[in-house]
């Protein structure tokens, strides 16, 4: 079975510095890893994704994420926060024989003036 | 449209009553997924479905619970005898396939209260 723990249910960071946050996933299979975001009052949208080949994977917005199996991780990165980027992160497992999606309990970033 | 579209955007019923929620996916889109996301919880998935094929509702939480998709657009999440625990907002999404590898579209969601 596929789970996926998501480390900090609330991240804060004053704005211009680093984003990390922290996403590690269990699976018996080769994953496919994806995180999404969503902005208050609005819908789950797909900020990045890894399937296969490059373990580095660049997002919308200034976000990527690295795929490392020796460590079961897949964080998700930003060099230098911006308010607009207050939000909630999923992370979620996917896997190439399944339909289902596996999510994460989310994030909530916080970006301070 | 553009997007998914969910209605009701916000549902506040009695307990006991049922209640019906309506996904419109993206068109051309043939696979279609419910999930639920409670206060403080991930989304917890309820049911997929692909094309013509049975769904999958191995994530449905009880028989209380059901859902189907007619001509393989619409979708109907529907809770019989609602519970005040069914209280979450219902997220339905989208995506051009199944398949691990594939893309979901999410519409705003239902927020459903029962009371």
């Known amino acids: 079975a596929q789970s996926v723990t998501q480390l900090g249910s609330h991240v804060s960071v004053s704005e211009g510095a680093l984003v990390l946050l922290r996403c590690n996933y269990s699976?018996?299979?080769?994953?496919?890893l994806f995180w999404y975001v969503q902005y208050p009052n609005q819908g789950l949208q797909l900020l990045l994704k890894?399937?296969?080949?490059?373990?580095l994977v660049k997002g919308i917005n200034g976000f990527e994420a690295e795929f490392k199996k020796s460590e079961t991780s897949f964080h998700l990165t930003k060099p230098s926060a911006h308010m607009s980027d207050a939000a909630e992160y999923f992370c979620?497992?996917?896997?190439?024989?399944?339909?289902?999606?596996?999510f994460g309990a989310g994030t909530r970033l916080f970006v301070k003036a | 449209g553009a997007g998914v579209s969910q209605s009701p955007s916000n549902k506040v019923t009695e307990k006991g009553k049922d209640v019906e929620l309506r996904c419109d996916p993206i068109?051309?889109?043939?696979?279609l997924y419910w999930y639920r996301q409670s206060l403080g919880q991930g989304l917890e998935f309820l049911i997929y479905f692909q094309g013509n094929s049975a769904p999958d509702k191995s994530g449905l939480p009880s028989d209380r619970f059901s859902a189907e998709r007619t001509g393989g657009s619409v979708s109907t999440l529907t809770i019989q005898r609602t519970q005040q625990e069914d209280s979450a907002v219902y997220l339905c999404?989208?995506?051009?396939?199944?398949?691990?590898?594939?893309?979901?579209?999410f519409g705003p969601g239902t927020r459903l209260l029962v009371l």
């Open positions: 068109s051309g889109h043939t696979a």
């Open positions: 979620a497992v996917s896997d190439a024989g399944g339909f289902k999606t596996i």
């Open positions: 999404a989208s995506s051009l396939m199944a398949g691990g590898t594939e893309t979901q579209y």
């Open positions: 890894y399937t296969t080949g490059a373990t």
């Open positions: 699976s018996s299979v080769p994953p496919y």
